[in-house]
């Protein structure tokens, strides 16, 4: 279905596939010409058979675990006990991992008293603890030990991350090769000649410019050419109001946003050349797990597709990555505690894990399915915000705005309610639409233009705000809250 979008998009729900969230959207009242639609896909790595978890074992091992030195892997261990009933011993990219028969709290118990003894002290803020999982980290010294232990098929499964121990990995940032890659840095990207409020922070380029959305994407096209990034993403720039393109080979990483609103257009481009970075700011051949920042939120470096879209009041992400599920439960449990959230709780199966947070901009769900790439869905809900421009509908309840896209009146039925609905109902403002309160649930809409139906379904939850966006062709359901 394609509509013409207007201020509603920005008012309730303005969808930005892989954008930024920190851009600027267009004056509330100014109609744009078309929605966002970009998905993102970056170089795929050689993808990592996922880490499975399993729901809790039914029964606790009671028995001791001691430190023991036997080993089944050949490589050079570090000097990290481990407990006497481990198996499948093995250290790589300064990870140790193994499985016992023990249970995830008496692994847990047995770590957090052999480090404690060596002066090691547990991050108790950032810890995650259940009988499925547990991801907790210590630290000494300026250096900092992840353990992560999932209970897998009635035993366990556990990484020790030594990756920010070097005293015990016997890793030496300055014996690293740096990663080999071009010259480019931030400064060979170039800015239209009618580019004004140019800024250079960083690694980030930021201007405005009088060129139309379609005519910055063929500014551009050379220089992408040029870094050999691909222009796939510049191709449609004139079918809408923003595009978002983002390449990452681990030499480089680029992530462009350019948005088109009335006056203007606003870019942001985000440059870094790892190759040109000290090793010790880059996680580039080392094996780790590195982090780029998408729409607000910590993301893995080694993602293979990414897509965001989001209101004032709720923002989604799709993603998903080759790392298994516990390198990934680590890495959202580490980043995002540094980004300011506070797990609340958590939960693990064998194929699964779901993570929720609290912080200043809302509620997080982050829920990380295994498969032959890890999903990755993240979700922020607003409430306080939906609260206060007064959205949500009543307890239980799902409220349902009707916007009229067409220039003529239409009817919708839904329901077994008929509603009649002014043309251009629900463009200026949202107070300017017909609502609706319905009980969670699957729904027949049909729009009635001119004598012509049309037919669509929606599914509605608890607690949840939809903008139904109407014209000739029926109703596309945009999800608010």
Do not use: H
Not at 423 to 428: F, I, K, L, R, Y
């Amino acid at each position: 279905m394609i509509l013409a979008v207007s201020a509603i998009i920005v008012l309730l729900a303005a969808t930005a596939c892989g954008g930024k969230d920190d851009s600027t959207p267009p004056p509330a009242d100014t109609p744009v010409a078309q929605a966002t639609a970009v998905v993102e896909d970056t170089a795929t790595p050689t993808p990592v058979p996922p880490t499975p978890t399993a729901v809790p074992p039914t029964a606790t091992p009671t028995v001791a675990v001691e430190a023991t030195d036997e080993v089944t892997s050949t490589a050079v261990l570090p000097d990290v006990p481990v407990p006497d009933d481990a198996q499948n011993v093995t250290y790589e990219f300064e990870e140790l991992l193994f499985s016992s028969p023990s249970d995830v709290a008496t692994l847990l118990a047995f770590y957090r008293s052999v480090l404690s003894d060596d002066n090691w002290q547990e991050e108790t803020d950032t810890a995650l603890v259940n009988d499925a999982l547990a991801y907790t980290s210590f630290d000494r010294d300026g250096e900092t030990i992840g353990v992560t232990i999932i209970a897998f098929d009635g035993a366990s499964e556990a990484t020790i991350d030594l990756s920010g121990a070097p005293s015990l990995s016997g890793s030496d940032a300055g014996d690293e090769d740096m990663a080999g890659g071009s010259g480019y840095t931030i400064a060979d990207w170039p800015t239209p000649s009618d580019a004004t409020n140019i800024d250079v922070t960083g690694d980030t380029l930021t201007f405005n410019s009088a060129l139309s959305l379609a005519e910055i994407a063929e500014f551009y096209r050379p220089t992408f050419e040029t870094m050999d990034l691909g222009t796939s993403c510049l191709d449609d720039a004139a079918d809408y109001t923003s595009i978002s393109c983002s390449y990452s080979n681990g030499d480089i990483a680029v992530n462009f946003f350019a948005f088109e609103g009335f006056d203007d257009t606003e870019v942001e481009i985000e440059f870094t050349n790892y190759a040109l970075e000290t090793p010790a700011q880059s996680t580039a051949g080392t094996g780790e797990l590195g982090v780029e920042n998408k729409d607000g939120f910590p993301m893995p470096d080694d993602y293979t597709s990414y897509a965001s879209e989001g209101s004032n009041f709720r923002t989604s992400i799709e993603a998903s990555s080759p790392s298994d599920l516990g390198t990934l439960t680590e890495f959202f449990q580490t980043q995002l505690a540094d980004s300011g959230w506070t797990l609340e709780d958590g939960e693990g199966t064998d194929t699964s894990a779901t993570l929720r947070f609290s912080g200043p901009d809302g509620d997080l769900t982050v829920d990380l399915t295994a498969g032959d790439e890890t999903t990755i869905s993240m979700v922020l809900k607003d409430a306080a915000a939906a609260e206060e421009a007064g959205i949500l509908p009543p307890a239980g309840q799902a409220r349902v705005y009707l916007v009229n896209f067409a220039d003529i009146d239409l009817t919708v039925s839904i329901n077994g309610e008929e509603i009649d609905v002014a043309a251009g109902a629900g463009m200026e403002s949202p107070d300017d639409a017909p609502t609706l309160d319905l009980s969670p649930g699957e729904y027949e809409v049909t729009t009635t233009v001119d004598g012509n139906s049309v037919t669509d379904q929606i599914t509605l939850g608890a607690d949840e705000v939809w903008g139904l966006l109407l014209d000739e062709q029926g109703a596309l359901p945009l999800q608010m809250f």
